[in-house]
């Protein structure tokens, strides 16, 4: 590594969902905490404060213009990922960021959005199950993957919706700094999912 702090950059944009995103923070938040050199950092198209899906509103620590070389980036899914597949100014910042990035990295259809900065031609991909087929119409040049909690090919690594951003970011943070760093890092959220209702999906 060198000698800048290494830096996870979490995208931000209208109607993102909540958890796509919140939940790597933590993850990746709580596995920085005692580290001297790397952050996490939240980014945006501009600096204005960002309304998610469910109404929460955040004020991203930088916009393109002025935001830190990352190591890390990830995207995350919502209704906003629409829209933002058609935006230029973040398919265009994504598709300059992610060749110096160490991991290129989705949660749920983000990688919608990825797809459209053509970072995910002839890999395999995931996203929510809900969006899978889409997924496939849109992106024939990708692999799209179902049940499964993440995907990881090459340094992309796309994961299922929502709550399956949590896995795929404790599998990194065992990449980067090691298992038992990332073993110590859910220990300490206390993630040992037991959700108290079997769904029937």
């Not at 905490?33 to 509103?57: K, M, Q």
């Not at 070389?69 to 829209?83: A, H, M, Q």
């Not at 398919?91 to 459209?116: K, M």
């Not at 179902?146 to 340094?155: A, C, F, L, M, N």
Request: one cysteine or more; a negative charge; aromatic letters at 8%.
């Amino acid at each position: 590594m060198s000698d800048r702090p290494y830096c996870v950059g979490i995208l931000l944009f209208e109607n993102a969902e909540e958890l796509d995103w919140a939940g790597p923070y933590e993850v990746f938040g709580m596995a920085t905490a005692g580290l001297e050199n790397a952050n996490v950092v939240t980014i945006a198209e501009r600096s204005d404060p960002v309304r998610c899906f469910h109404g929460l509103r955040v004020l991203p620590d930088h916009d393109f213009e002025n935001a830190p070389e990352l190591d890390v980036v990830l995207v995350p899914g919502g209704i906003g990922t629409r829209k933002e597949v058609d935006n230029p100014a973040v398919t265009d910042w994504l598709a300059r960021v992610a060749p110096r990035c160490e991991w290129i990295t989705s949660v749920c259809t983000g990688s919608l959005v990825l797809h459209g900065a053509g970072l995910v031609d002839g890999l395999r991909i995931t996203t929510h199950w809900g969006f899978v087929e889409a997924l496939r119409e849109r992106a024939p040049q990708a692999e799209v993957l179902e049940s499964v909690r993440y995907v990881r090919d090459g340094k992309v690594v796309t994961a299922a919706g929502v709550s399956a951003g949590i896995d795929m970011s404790l599998w990194l943070v065992g990449q980067v700094w090691g298992v038992p760093h990332a073993r110590a890092t859910q220990r300490a959220m206390e993630y040992d999912p037991a959700p108290p209702y079997g769904a029937e999906v």
